[in-house]
């Protein structure tokens, strides 16, 4: 691949990707490094072009005033040809350049440029004569990705480079990322189209090896991926930019942090745990404004306790929504795809496209119910914040919570299976036994080929060790016969969790965080790992913060989430904005150490607070869109 460039404007690093799209005709010092606006001749012969230019300003963080000094002017659809010197319109205090029309750059036989005419306006830079896309750099600074990347072809997103490879930018690691501007507004065929997205290290991703946070199992597979997971290669078919790969814990599971530096943690004080599965995920959407949705993937651990101690809205999907070829897992059983925002708004626009769900969401369950079975694990005021919680479900769907002791309905009517055994009873650890034993035979042949090149075990870190010598020893099978008992009973007696089923409910339970879900110690159920065993949708989010101390001025999210049917995804999202919107609580948590502007209420959020400047609008499909039927209105 061609050398990359990277120039520093007005203080700002960018990158010039390295595809030559065309040449200017002017002559120029073959080394300059010029910022330039493409801009049609209808733009150029604007009499409110200043204004223009100002509003691409507004929209694009790639795009800068010292883009507006230079604008390149490019051919009509239908120019073959422009003699040497003829230019079509000239702006007083501007330097304006035409385009060659050409269809391959200069000493390349092969690279075909595309149509000048078909270049988005936008920014762009001049290595010379020749015009490059720009790509605005981003420091790394909390450590959440594990690669940032470019891809080969400006407009074929089929193979990436690891920019860590590539590019020197001192002790942090480079994110690049594209103009808003390269990318047609989203539209039904490309739904999520210019919208920036992070994926998981543990997704294939073209022209990338897959490292899974081990440094052993990158000694094995160091090739680079061929091909990219289908779920990478769907989001980029609907439109959306990848942008990078975010750290995971080892093999997904790990937590000690040895192979790779852990991610931090910016809310609160910042120096919380940063947790295992889905940690660089949560940390760089928790505050990077740059970036719109992080996919993560996660078992027993990652999505949900992720979400909950980052502070973002966040779906985890049915498991099996969501293609897993691509992806190294740790247990088929309970791995599932999650996506997380900012705004719950724009949460709703994207969840379709994202996972190509139906645009008609399922229907709103009449019932609700809130177990009580978690409450010694909440202080009393997260039971306060919960019975919040609870009152604003109440309020949507104007019907009672039934608050449901699951242990007593299950003494009242176990299953026969259970042979007189109380819930916790009964299930045990059977939810970490059957992971446990997914996780370690899903690494059998990892472990054989490395001994076999090596002559040794390969390193795991402590909690992955401790589960993969459980998984060796325990009844895999037995564990999970009796997930699937507890998953009926709990369908029959609780809410069924077919979604046609007319006596569904949503279940409303807390999210608790990394730091509460000991998955050694957990016996019988925990509210994080419930969604997981039905094998239902859930969507968690944060609805208050927490102060840390009495004075520190720092606050903590505090998150609760609902669980519907199998195939509710969309309609728990649209349905939690609602939630949201009856009790006029705030849509979108704010980048950085607090989730929300500090209010002077029980969940000490400003829900009214008016942000300085609007963020710029992403995209996405109106709700009318969502409402109707017919996809093509």
């Known amino acids: 691949m061609t050398p990359l460039f990277t120039a520093v404007i007005a203080g700002v690093n960018y990158?010039?990707?390295?595809?030559?799209?065309?040449?200017?005709?002017?002559?120029?010092?073959p080394d300059a490094v010029l910022p330039v606006t493409l801009i049609s001749t209808e733009e150029l012969n604007d009499p409110n072009l200043d204004v223009f230019l100002k509003g691409l300003e507004m929209y694009d963080d790639v795009y800068s005033s010292e883009f507006s000094f230079a604008l390149v002017e490019k051919p009509g659809a239908n120019e073959t040809k422009r003699a040497v010197g003829a230019r079509r319109a000239s702006v007083e205090g501007k330097q304006t350049y035409t385009v060659q029309v050409t269809e391959s750059p200069p000493n390349d036989s092969t690279a075909q440029s595309s149509p000048f005419s078909n270049l988005p306006t936008g920014p762009y830079i001049l290595h010379g004569k020749e015009l490059h896309q720009a790509y605005r750099v981003y420091e790394d600074e909390l450590g959440a990705f594990s690669a940032g990347i470019v891809s080969e072809k400006h407009d074929n997103f089929n193979k990436f480079v690891d920019l860590g490879d590539m590019l020197t930018n001192g002790t942090l690691r480079p994110i690049a990322v594209p103009s808003r501007l390269y990318f047609p507004a989203p539209s039904i065929k490309k739904p999520l189209s210019g919208l920036r997205y992070a994926i998981p290290e543990d997704f294939d991703l073209a022209g990338l090896p897959t490292t899974v946070s081990s440094a052993n199992w990158t000694s094995l597979h160091p090739d680079a991926a061929a091909k990219h997971a289908d779920y990478v290669q769907l989001l980029i078919d609907q439109g959306a930019v990848i942008v990078g790969k975010t750290k995971d814990g080892q093999f997904s599971a790990g937590n000690a942090w040895v192979d790779a530096t852990a991610?931090?943690?910016?809310?609160?004080?910042?120096k919380q745990n940063a947790g295992g599965a889905a940690a660089g995920a949560g940390s760089a959407l928790s505050n990077y404004t740059w970036l719109e949705n992080s996919i993560s993937q996660g078992a027993l651990d990652g999505t949900l306790p992720q979400a909950a101690a980052y502070g973002l809205f966040t779906l985890r999907t049915t498991t099996g929504i969501a293609s897993q070829k691509g992806i190294q897992l740790s247990s088929p059983k309970f791995q599932s795809t999650g996506i997380s925002g900012r705004s719950l708004e724009d949460l709703v626009h994207?969840?379709?496209?994202?996972?190509?769900l139906p645009w008609k969401?399922?229907?709103?369950?009449?019932?609700?119910?809130?177990?009580?079975?978690?409450?010694a694990l909440?202080?009393?005021k997260q039971s306060a914040l919960m019975d919040e919680f609870v009152a604003a479900w109440e309020k949507l769907l104007n019907t009672k919570a039934d608050k449901i002791?699951?242990?007593?309905?299950?003494?009242?009517?176990?299953?026969?299976?259970a042979d007189k055994h109380s819930l916790s009873d009964y299930l045990g650890s059977a939810a970490y036994d059957s992971f446990c034993y997914d996780f370690y035979h899903n690494y059998d042949g990892f472990r054989s080929a490395f001994k076999a090149k090596f002559g040794e075990e390969p390193f795991t870190e402590p909690n992955v060790a401790e589960q993969w010598a459980n998984g060796a020893k325990v009844d895999g099978k037995a564990a999970a016969e009796k997930l699937e008992v507890f998953a009926s009973w709990f369908s029959k007696n609780i809410a069924?969790?077919?979604?046609?089923?007319?006596?569904?409910?949503?279940?409303?339970v807390p999210v608790l965080g990394t730091d509460s879900l000991k998955l050694a110690s957990i016996k019988g159920l925990h509210p994080d790992i419930l969604a997981l065993i039905l094998g239902t949708p859930q969507m968690s989010a944060p609805f208050a913060q927490v102060p840390i101390g009495d004075d520190s001025g720092a606050y903590l999210p505090f998150s609760a989430g609902i669980i519907g049917a199998?195939?509710?995804?969309?309609?728990?999202?649209?349905?939690?904005?609602?939630?949201?919107?009856?009790?006029d609580w705030r849509i979108h948590v704010d980048a950085g150490h607090l989730t929300y502007p500090v209010g002077n209420n029980s969940r000490s959020v400003d829900d009214h607070h008016q942000d300085p400047i609007p963020p710029p609008i992403p995209g996405g499909i109106s709700f009318a869109a969502l409402d109707s039927e017919d996809p093509e209105l």
């Open 361 to 375: 969401a399922t229907a709103q369950p009449k019932r609700l119910v809130y177990p009580t079975d978690f409450s």
């Open 263 to 270: 991610p931090v943690n910016p809310r609160g004080d910042g």
């Open 378 to 380: 909440l202080s009393k």
């Open 15 to 29: 990158l010039l990707h390295p595809e030559i799209l065309g040449m200017i005709q002017e002559d120029i010092n």
């Open 350 to 356: 994207v969840i379709s496209p994202s996972f190509k």
């Open 496 to 508: 069924p969790t077919a979604t046609d089923s007319p006596k569904k409910a949503a279940i409303l």
């Open 405 to 417: 002791s699951l242990a007593d309905v299950w003494a009242k009517n176990p299953p026969q299976q």
């Open 566 to 583: 199998k195939g509710d995804d969309l309609m728990l999202v649209q349905s939690m904005k609602r939630a949201f919107d009856k009790v």
